[in-house]
Structure formats: structure tokens, C-alpha cells
């Protein structure tokens, strides 16, 4: 019989390719490699140019467990700051292993491709696996999973539960895994009224005060005190801005722009019907012209807890003693796609450091999810 696939070297191997979006950095060229030799049938999806990976173990009539993952990273920042080489997968005497995506979510994918490989070894006839890896979850995802997705469907390829391997414990391994995720979408607002001189305002009208007071009343405003499986939903001002270097000059515009996460009482329809009242109405107030524009990042949801949420939380619980907390909390995944397509649940390892410099997981948590992992694959056919 082969080896067990040492998860750690894997990481490793991955953290040394430089894959920074919209960048293959050779990490799925070594993933194929990998997965082929283990009989897996692969498919490259390439789309816009980004490169994923679909690779399936087993019948496509036989009950399949998949699992999302990706191998993009995010750009490393001060260059300078890092004290080792961010694609070095440097291994310290502190007993982390370094490098940029070691933690989100190189470690992740290693930890289940090994576990997976390690499970068709001696698997039921009955038993089936897919495993997809995009390399654009870091930027707009746009032709990340959903290529996958979108190619899955036209191919007759389907999953009936799913697992992504994001990190989901905040602090220590198996405190939380994520049943669920917010909704998030960006507005951006320009208000536009009439420039003149801070000496004559009548003669003016200045969109400051309106973009300012419309800021104000959605910063106040509560959209709601949480839902049954959710926290309250967030708004949070990120900017406001006249680029006006003088101070004796009225502006004819100024933009603002809101971030909002929004929970199940909501989607990003019934929330922009909301935004686009409240700039009706302070329009209407002041007689400034307030225009807005939206990006939809993705809805929320919910997997209602159940047989996958019980398994995980059952095989988590039997590796590291602790049962996992079912959040909902945090930013968006590429779980907001898999949702449409089959029930899903993220569990991953401590993401403290991730997107930060010298960004690092701890290797014995890599050996750890990757037996987390393994009971979750045989207690799924069992």
C-alpha cells in the first residue's frame, strides 16, 4: 500500500507556487498532477482568464461529497514586512509553517486533497468524490466557481453535499464552523448640485450638506436585530470624499460610499429598494441630485442544521474535543455559489493570519484537519 499523503509537504509544495490572482502560479498544475496519479479524472475550467480545477473520483450516479476550495492568494502587501520569503513555505522552529496562503486557504486544499486520495485507496464501490479548486476567490469571482458551476451543469456533474475548506475557527482548532453567510453589497453615492463661491452659498448649491445628511440617517438607521440563525445586519461607512483642495469654493459633487452585510430578513433587492427611498427622499429635502450605483457581492444564506452541519460537528468534536459553534458570521465565501447547487457547509482551520504579513498556520493544525477531514469522508459512505 502507498503512503498516506503527508499534508504539511503538500501545503508546503503550494505555498512555493506564487499564485496571486488572477495568477495559476503552477499550484493546480500540481494538484492535477497530483489527483490524476490517484485516479481521479481531472478537468481544467478556464474561463476569463482564470484557471480552476474539477476533478471527480468515482461514478457520477454514485452519492458524491465534494469539496470547494481555492489556491489564489492575496497580493502580499509591503513587500519589505515579511521577515521570510512569502512563497517560501518556510517551516520555523516556533512550529508554523510561513508564507502567503498557507493559512487562506492553501493548508485547507492539502488537507483534503491528501485526505481524499488517502480515502479511494480502500473505498466503498458506492462511494464518490469531487473536488473543485478555483483560482478566483480572492478577486471579483467571477469566473472562479461559477465557471465550475456553470460547466458542472452543462457536463451533468453534480455534488450532493459539499464541504469548503475556508478557515472558520477564530482562535483555536474546531470552535466554529459556518452554516451560513451574510449578505454583502457595496453602494456607492454622487451627490451633484451646483458650484460657486463659500463667500455667496445662495448663489450655489452645495451637495456637502445633503450627501452628509443622507450618510447620517443610513448610519443611524437599525435594519434589523438579527434573525434566527444570523446577527444583526451592519452598515458601515468607508468613505466621503469632495476632492476639493479649496476652501473658499462650494463643490458641484461629492461621493460616499456604504458597505452593508445584511442577514435573511433581507436580500440585496429589498435593500437597494430601501437605499434608493432614502436618496428620494433626501433629494427631495435639498433639492440636490443624489445618484447611487450597487455592487452585489452575494445574498445571504443559510444551511439549516442537519445531517452534513451534525457530521461535521460530530467529526470535529471526536479530533479536537470540541463541537464546533454553527456561525454565520464573517465575510462571503465561495459557499454563496455551492449553495445554489447542493447543501454546504465551511470548515477550515484558524484564520488569524490570514491576508496579513508573514502569514502562517500552525503545522500541527494542517495534520490535524486533514484527520478532521478523513473521519468526515468515511463517516459520510459509512
Not at 468515482?58 to 521570510?84: I, Y
Not at 462511494?127 to 472562479?144: F, K, N, Q, R
Not at 447611487?292 to 452534513?308: D, I
Request: proline share 5%; hydrophobic share 40%; aromatic share 6%.
Amino acid at each position: 500500500m502507498s503512503q498516506p499523503i503527508d499534508p504539511v509537504a503538500l501545503t508546503q509544495k503550494l505555498v512555493q507556487c506564487p499564485s496571486v490572482t488572477p495568477d495559476e502560479g503552477g499550484a493546480l498544475v500540481l494538484l492535477e498532477g497530483l489527483l490524476t496519479q490517484a485516479g481521479f479524472a481531472c478537468t481544467r475550467i478556464d474561463r476569463g482568464g482564470i484557471s480552476n480545477l474539477f476533478a471527480r473520483w468515482g461514478s457520477k450516479n454514485a452519492r458524491t461529497l465534494g469539496f470547494n476550495g481555492h489556491t489564489d492568494v492575496v497580493p502580499l502587501g509591503d513587500r519589505a514586512a515579511w521577515t521570510v520569503d512569502p512563497f517560501g513555505g518556510e517551516i520555523r522552529d516556533d512550529g508554523f509553517l510561513y508564507g502567503r496562503g498557507s493559512t487562506d486557504m492553501k493548508s485547507g486544499v492539502a488537507a483534503w486533497v491528501a485526505a481524499a486520495i488517502d480515502f479511494t485507496r480502500d473505498a466503498p464501490e458506492d462511494a464518490s468524490l469531487v473536488i473543485t479548486i478555483t483560482g478566483d476567490e480572492e478577486a471579483d469571482a467571477i469566473d472562479g466557481t461559477t465557471a465550475i458551476l456553470d460547466w458542472m451543469k452543462d457536463a451533468g456533474e453534480s455534488m450532493d453535499d459539499c464541504v469548503v475548506g475556508e478557515p472558520t475557527c477564530p482562535n483555536e482548532m474546531g470552535e466554529m464552523m459556518k452554516i451560513g453567510r451574510r449578505g454583502s453589497l457595496t453602494a456607492f453615492f454622487t451627490a451633484r448640485g451646483v458650484q460657486g463661491h463659500a463667500a455667496y452659498p445662495h448663489r450655489a448649491l452645495n451637495p456637502v450638506p445633503a450627501l452628509a445628511r443622507l450618510i447620517a440617517d443610513l448610519d443611524a438607521h437599525e435594519l434589523d436585530q438579527g434573525t434566527d440563525h444570523f446577527d444583526a445586519s451592519t452598515l458601515a461607512v468607508t468613505t466621503f470624499d469632495t476632492g476639493n483642495p479649496a476652501t473658499n469654493v462650494i463643490p458641484a459633487d461629492c461621493r460616499a460610499t456604504v458597505n452593508i452585510r445584511f442577514n435573511d430578513a433581507h436580500s440585496s433587492d429589498s435593500v437597494i429598494k430601501w437605499l434608493k427611498g432614502e436618496c428620494a427622499r433626501v433629494g427631495k429635502d435639498t433639492g440636490v441630485d443624489i445618484e447611487m450605483t450597487v455592487k452585489v457581492s452575494g445574498e445571504s444564506f443559510v444551511t439549516p442544521p442537519g445531517a452534513l452541519s451534525e457530521l461535521i460537528a460530530t467529526s470535529v468534536e471526536a479530533e479536537t474535543g470540541r463541537r464546533p459553534e454553527a456561525s454565520t458570521s464573517g465575510g462571503t465565501s465561495d459557499a454563496r455559489f455551492v449553495k445554489n447547487h447542493c447543501p454546504v457547509v465551511e470548515f477550515g482551520l484558524v484564520g488569524k493570519t490570514m491576508h496579513a504579513v508573514d502569514e502562517r498556520v500552525e503545522v500541527a493544525q494542517i495534520t490535524q484537519l486533514k484527520s478532521i477531514y478523513t473521519r468526515i469522508i468515511r463517516d459520510y459512505f459509512a
